[in-house]
T-cell receptor
């Protein structure tokens, strides 16, 4: 079992739908990252969370430390949101990230 | 936000040759840089962690003599794939981080380098 598990692995939705991607981890962490990777390969860091909730535009990320669970939400989804979304956990006292397997999101017009 | 560049973005080489990939932090000093490789439809796999001025720490199963990492300055790290073989063909990504409060220890990723070994 991976230390960081994401679900679903693939998600296809229609434009304007509300999207939720889940991430569970089994280790104590100092921070959890949500990343976005577009088909060209470039990776953008969306959020870094250690507690609570963060919002940026149509994106919302939440984390529940007690339950070792984080969610990424996209409101009013758009085809340009189509990408692979990756959660990555940084262990306590660690430098490196442990990655989930990614969620491939496709938003159809 | 902080910017990390990689050069080249794409390289094709013959089997047996060596290829150098550069990773630069453009507007901040990166005390730590990470090198990843990614195979199609798979997640990133950490190869090594590089701290400026010291030897890189390689992950289990990564040959340090094959993947030479140099982090000679706070803005530049290089990965050299020596005696490349077709199985080394992959997408190589670097990231950089700074402990400074302004950067909140976020990892900033480069755009990646696609290596094809013929």
């Amino acid at each position: 079992k991976n230390e960081v598990e994401q679900s679903p692995q693939n998600l296809t939705a229609q434009e304007e739908e509300f999207i939720t991607i889940n991430c569970s981890y089994s280790v104590g962490i100092s921070a959890l990252h949500w990343l976005q990777q577009h088909p060209g390969g470039g990776i953008v860091s969306l959020f870094m969370l250690s507690s609570g909730k963060k919002k940026h535009g149509r994106l919302i990320a939440t984390i529940n430390i007690q339950e070792k669970h984080s969610s990424l939400h996209i409101t009013a989804s758009h085809p340009r949101d189509s990408a692979v979304y990756i959660c990555a956990a940084r262990g306590q006292g660690a430098q490196k990230l442990v990655f989930g397997q990614g969620t491939r999101l496709t938003i159809n017009p | 936000g902080a910017v990390v560049s990689q050069h080249p973005s794409r390289v094709i080489c013959k089997s047996g040759t060596s290829v150098k990939i550069e990773c630069r932090s453009l507007d901040f000093q990166a005390t730590t840089m990470f090198w990843y490789r990614q195979f199609p439809k798979q997640s990133l796999m950490l190869m090594a962690t590089s701290n400026e001025g010291s030897k890189a720490t390689y992950e289990q199963g990564v040959e340090k003599d094959k993947f030479l990492i140099n982090h000679a300055s706070l803005t530049l790290s290089t990965l050299t794939v020596t005696s490349a073989h077709p199985e080394d063909s992959s997408f190589y990504i670097c990231s950089a981080t700074s402990p400074l409060a302004a950067y909140q220890e976020t990892q900033y990723f480069g755009p990646g380098t696609r290596l094809l070994v013929l």
